[in-house]
């Protein structure tokens, strides 16, 4: 007998588990399942997301972050996915990017902020930012961080992604320029970071895929994906978000265009610095809401 597809194992479970599957609004949440040992990644996105001025439409975008993290947990509800992320007794700060082109945004970061609060995290508890985090008093005592960034393609990086979105923790960033970046992961070995993240953002609503120059940015070279990657797993979140950038500088150049220099910092903090899971092979994709140019 042939070995089933994955399409197909996933109808058999549907078939499995009729009457316990959960539903909010148009997509389908997936409930808890053995993924192995892969490590679960979901990518959702809604066309609504941008209003017609192509401005983020802040109740779009926390029902997907809310709908994203019930799918990530297994869950049916966005209060009991945010208690899973943290509780009354935590202090969290939320890192975010504020570079000027691309910023993470404040829609998002309200989103999250309600969702701590909803969880029971006190305000005086959160705190959001990128640059001064080192000063910043939550950052400092913090039990639990978000890391949230928007994906770019970076001059010394090849790409702007959440491994490199915690070098505002080290306040000597430029010697981790070497090679490419390509020791990123050692970041997250800080004593301010090390075990304390509980959730990963990578903002996928207008991704740029493309550059040359320290601060390169050029609107053609950005595209409305409307969508956000959500997980654990910051390696496995940045490998999924860089095979969509890959894949649309091929759909754009119509060929393989390498990025310049090549992101191998993703693939080197799983296997140089076991930080993570790089390997689509060993991940688990969980893709939600609209499916049009998914790219992956």
């Not at 010394?156 to 390509?182: E, Q, R």
Request: aromatic share 8%; proline share 8%; with cysteine.
């Amino acid at each position: 007998m042939a070995p089933l597809t994955r399409r197909e194992l996933l109808k058999k479970a549907v078939v499995l588990t009729a009457g316990s599957s959960v539903y909010l609004g148009s997509y389908a949440i997936p409930g808890p399942f053995s993924s192995g040992d892969k490590t679960r990644v979901v990518l959702i996105r809604d066309k609504d997301l941008l209003d017609g001025g192509g401005k983020i439409v802040p109740s779009v975008m926390e029902d997907m972050l809310n709908k994203a993290l019930c799918s990530l947990y297994g869950v049916s509800s966005a209060s009991e996915a945010w208690k899973k992320v943290a509780g009354p007794a935590d202090v969290v700060g939320v890192k975010s990017n504020v570079w000027r082109f691309l910023p993470t945004p404040p829609e998002l970061e309200a989103a999250i902020e309600k969702g701590l609060l909803q969880a029971g995290v006190k305000k005086e508890n959160i705190s959001i930012r990128d640059r001064g985090v080192l000063d910043d008093p939550v950052f400092q005592k913090a039990t639990a961080l978000i890391n949230t960034r928007p994906m770019r393609t970076h001059y010394w990086s090849g790409v702007g992604s959440l491994i490199k979105n915690y070098i505002m923790f080290d306040p000597n960033p430029p010697k981790y320029h070497p090679d490419t970046c390509a020791d990123l992961a050692k970041l997250w070995e800080l004593p301010i970071v090390k075990n304390k993240t509980r959730l990963n953002i990578l903002v996928m609503v207008t991704p740029l895929f493309h550059g040359s120059g320290p601060h390169h940015f050029n609107e053609e070279y950005t595209w409305p994906y409307n969508g956000i990657i959500v997980g654990t797993d910051p390696v496995a979140v940045d490998s999924v978000g860089l095979r969509i950038i890959q894949a649309k500088r091929k759909q754009f150049f119509g060929d393989d265009r390498p990025l310049n220099p090549p992101a191998k910092h993703i693939y080197l903090a799983d296997t140089r610095h076991h930080l993570g899971t790089a390997d689509p092979a060993k991940i688990d994709l969980v893709t939600m809401g609209w499916a049009d140019n998914q790219l992956v």
